[in-house]
C-alpha cells in the first residue's frame, strides 16, 4: 500500500521560498505510469493543483503558478519536492501530494480529488513575517 507523507517548514517568510518533501513509501516513484502532484488548498477556498513529476521525471505545471514553482524529486529516497519561490501570505495554505495514474494535465479538472487514488495528510504552511 503506498503512503505518502509532506515534509516541510510550517512557516515561511514573504519573499521567501518555500520547500517541502512528499516521502513515499510502499511504491517507487518511477513506477509506470503514475504521476506525483502537489496540490494546495487555501483557507476558504478550493483545490489548486500546482503540478506534478511523473515517473520518467517529466515535469509539468500550472499556468498559474509555473514561473515560482519547481518540482523535483530524488529517486535514491523515493521521494519528490516542491519549491515556491517569492512567497506572498496568499500562498499560505495546506499543501498535499498525490498520486495519480493518469496525467493531470489530461483532465479537464486537474482538482477532482477522484483523478488521485492516493494522498497525504496535508501539511500547513504559512507565509507571514
Known amino acids: 500500500q503506498v503512503q505518502l507523507q509532506e515534509s516541510g517548514p510550517g512557516l515561511v517568510k514573504p519573499s521567501q521560498t518555500l520547500s517541502l518533501t512528499c516521502s513515499v513509501s510502499?511504491?517507487?516513484?518511477?513506477?509506470?505510469?503514475?504521476?506525483w502532484s502537489w496540490i494546495r488548498q487555501p483557507p476558504g477556498k478550493g483545490l489548486e493543483w500546482m503540478g506534478a513529476?511523473?515517473?520518467?521525471?517529466?515535469?509539468y505545471y500550472s499556468p498559474f503558478l509555473k514561473s515560482r514553482t519547481s518540482i523535483a524529486r530524488d529517486t535514491s529516497k523515493n521521494q519528490f519536492t516542491l519549491q515556491l519561490s517569492s512567497v506572498t501570505p496568499e500562498d499560505t495554505a495546506v499543501y498535499y501530494c498525490?498520486?495519480?495514474?493518469?496525467?493531470?494535465?489530461?483532465?479537464?479538472?486537474?482538482?477532482?480529488?477522484?483523478?488521485?487514488?492516493?494522498w497525504g495528510q496535508g501539511t500547513q504552511v504559512t507565509v507571514s513575517s
Open positions: 498525490a498520486r495519480s495514474g493518469v496525467n493531470p494535465t489530461l483532465v479537464r479538472d486537474t482538482t477532482t480529488r477522484g483523478l488521485y487514488d492516493t
Open positions: 510502499g511504491g517507487s516513484i518511477t513506477r509506470t505510469y503514475y504521476y
Open positions: 513529476i511523473a515517473y520518467s521525471g517529466s515535469t
